[in-house]
């Protein structure tokens, strides 16, 4: 642990001071994207190393490289390390974002160096076969957000996780914690409304009662996202 300290703090250094020019450049598209998992280009990390310093050194060699990366490590205790680079948000950024433990960090490419422009906490990412990272434009400003799965369900797939919009003006990430219970959570941009799903419980005249999936509507007010109405009624 105590030798890996150096080793990070020169790759944050390297990130911290490679500003240079807000000049953009041209970066290859997302459809270039290649995984880690691919061995033939990658080597995995020996399963011996139980240390996690050397896990998120890997990420932080990642992005300073500023390879085009799609993958998710984990270690031997199943710890989240997880790291995408490429023109994900807005095609005329590249972005990198990193997810280790609780901390989810981003990066954006200047000069063909990375500079992080804001990291958050997201709590409760403790189901880690159920993690997953997906983007999709939410709050309808033409930029993905980052909406990070923590559970779904069983039976009807009922997804629930972390939604964070990013924007488009500064990079500044924020937790939309009204969202943590939403489930399968869809954006419809010709409507500006964000689609989700519930399960409504129905009395059918015996002691069983009849789940039915219903879909809620939901739209931004005050930088919230709120219920404005849904079609769930017992047939």
Excluded at 152 to 162: D, E, K, L, Q, V
Aim: charged residues 25%; positive net charge; proline residues 5%.
């Amino acid at each position: 642990m105590t030798k890996m300290k150096p080793l990070i703090a020169a790759l944050l250094t390297i990130f911290l001071g490679s500003c240079g020019n807000d000049k953009p450049n041209d970066h290859p598209s997302t459809k270039d994207t290649m995984s880690l998992t691919d061995t033939n280009k990658h080597h995995a990390k020996p399963v011996s190393t139980e240390d996690d310093s050397v896990w998120l050194a890997d990420l932080y060699q990642f992005v300073s490289t500023g390879k085009k990366v799609d993958t998710m490590l984990r270690n031997p205790i199943d710890s989240i390390y997880y790291c995408k680079i490429g023109n994900f948000l807005l095609p005329t950024d590249k972005n990198a974002l990193l997810v280790h433990g609780s901390a989810v960090e981003l990066f954006i490419y200047r000069n063909d160096k990375p500079v992080r422009v804001d990291s958050i906490a997201v709590l409760h990412l403790d189901y880690k076969m159920e993690f997953q990272v997906t983007y999709g434009d939410y709050n309808f400003d033409g930029r993905k957000d980052i909406y990070i799965q923590r559970t779904i369900s069983n039976g009807w797939p009922m997804s629930r996780g972390c939604l964070i919009t990013v924007n488009k003006s500064s990079n500044k990430l924020e937790r939309h914690d009204e969202c943590d219970d939403l489930a399968n959570m869809q954006p419809d941009p010709m409507r500006k409304v964000v689609i989700t799903d519930s399960i409504l419980n129905c009395n059918t005249g015996t002691r069983e009662e009849r789940p039915q999936v219903c879909k809620v509507s939901n739209k931004w007010k005050d930088n919230k996202l709120k219920k404005i109405g849904s079609n769930c009624r017992c047939k």
